[in-house]
């Protein structure tokens, strides 16, 4: 679900518009400044920190040929705006094609119902390299 060159395992960002820069240069098929602006765009609507150290910031995005997710880990816990007001250390980032907002919807439900597994979040901070972050998405049947 997610590809080894789309994770950040430990982001040093200072804020939430600094992460989600970061992130964007994870994806050189895309124009940074696009998912930079859509993102944040989303983000002033109201803050995609749904709590327990998780945040999933996502977009529609035009000309977009298939979902693109990538993923960052913060490990000294970023302010994200979150509904509890926590810091956020797990940073999902989701992109889906214009047109297809019922996709778009079950990818961002599949993913919070993921992420709101504390076992699952548990095993986020432990892994210790992006192929074993990778596999650990994959496992959980996230793609499915």
Known sequence: MIPIDCILMASEARSKRALITEMAGLLPALDPDQVLELIMGREHLGSTGIGHGVAIPHSRMPDLPQPIVAMARH????????????????????LVPDDEEGQHLELLAKLARLLQRCAFREAIMAVSNAQEMSCLFEESGASR
């Open 75 to 94: 490990l000294g816990g970023i302010d994200f705006d979150a509904i509890d007001g926590q810091p956020v250390y797990i940073v999902v980032m989701l």
